[in-house]
């Protein structure tokens, strides 16, 4: 019997850390897939991370599950019962 073995990429992880989180996807596109996040706007493709209010960007980070988490719980974006992947 084979086991079949799943392994995602960073963007992989990543998009669905974001809809696990409350991210709901809005218009993708074939480079870029972008997503309203309570209220902020969060652009992913597979080199970067946009952070994005009502002002414009205001971050920018690479494509990296670790990066993400760490910069979204330094800036108070999840609360204490978000979810892992």
Known sequence: MEMEINIMN?????????KL???VELDP???CIHYDFHGYGIDINNEEIVFIN?????KTI???????????LHSSMLGIGFKRI
């Open 54 to 58: 009502d002002t414009g960007d205001f």
């Open 10 to 18: 960073e963007y992989e992880k990543c998009k669905k850390f974001i």
């Open 29 to 31: 596109s074939d480079d």
């Open 21 to 23: 989180n409350g991210g």
């Open 62 to 72: 690479k494509t990296s599950y670790y990066e993400l988490l760490g910069y979204m």
